[in-house]
């Protein structure tokens, strides 16, 4: 005889599912505020990576605007979402790039690669990184 799983947890499972499937909105004139707050001193306005703090750090910061170019055409979503905040650390300066992730907590969303890979990330972050997405050349 097979075994089944409670009821309970078969409508929590059931509960559940929707959350991970949902689409998420994308705010850009949001991701662009939180750019010019946190990111611009290194890799300024422009996206560049020639902010007002690039001669003091020991690797330039990247240019933001070729992340694609750089990567197939394919914009490199994960690495960006954890390069933000801190599960793929960069070295600068002696010390890791500063990770806002503590700043950009916030509901738990699900973004989504190119290639449908989810991301548990929070809201500021997608909006960020959808900002970052559209200023590519």
Known sequence: MPIRPPAALFALALT????????????????????????VACHGIEARG???MTPILMLR???????????????????????????????????PMPVYGDFFEGRGVVL??????????SQPIVDLVAWIESIQE
């Open 50 to 52: 020639e902010g007002p």
């Open 112 to 121: 989504r690669t190119p290639d449908g890979t989810p991301i548990m990330t």
């Open 16 to 39: 559940a599912a929707p959350a991970v499937a949902q689409d998420i909105l994308q705010d850009l004139a949001a991701g662009e505020a939180t750019y010019m707050r946190y990111c």
């Open 61 to 95: 910061p990247t240019d933001l605007t070729r992340l694609s170019a750089t990567n197939g055409t394919v914009f490199p979503t994960q690495r960006v979402v954890e390069r933000i905040d801190g599960r793929d650390p960069l070295v600068a300066h002696g010390s």
